[in-house]
């Protein structure tokens, strides 16, 4: 069974940094692009950053230049580096993948549980 599992999260004052990390387990055959996304009640599902299998990475506007995005195949594992955090980053993130688990390789994307951000002003 494949799983993504988060952790990292937590409570940080504003200006804080907090390193998110998801790794990936079970048998997989194939991984594209990997992500994170971050959700608040009453608001839509956000992507804050994604990576592909190549490296190049793609950032929301909104955390350009404080949020890096990196990832470790050997090691099946996404990160997410947050620094100068802001109240308005407070949310859940989650990982996303687009996986193959079949031969042939069909993707789709996995999700994690999510992990708690909350930034404190």
């Known amino acids: 069974q494949v799983q993504l599992v988060e952790s990292g999260g937590g409570l940080v004052q504003s200006g804080g940094s907090l390193r998110l990390s998801c790794i990936v387990s079970?048998?997989?055959?194939?991984?594209?692009?990997m992500g994170w996304y971050r959700q608040v009640p009453g608001k839509e599902r956000e992507l804050v950053a994604s990576?592909?299998?190549?490296?190049?990475?793609n950032y929301a506007d909104s955390v350009k230049g404080r949020f890096t995005i990196t990832r470790d195949n050997a090691k099946v594992t996404v990160y997410l580096q947050m620094n100068s955090l802001k109240p308005e980053d407070t949310a859940v993130y989650s990982c996303?993948?687009?996986?193959?688990?079949?031969?042939?390789?069909?993707?789709?994307?996995?999700w994690g549980q999510g992990t708690q951000v909350t930034v404190s002003s």
């Open positions: 990576i592909t299998s190549g490296g190049t990475p």
């Open positions: 079970g048998r997989i055959f194939s991984i594209n692009t």
């Open positions: 996303q993948a687009d996986m193959s688990v079949t031969i042939p390789r069909i993707f789709r994307a996995y």
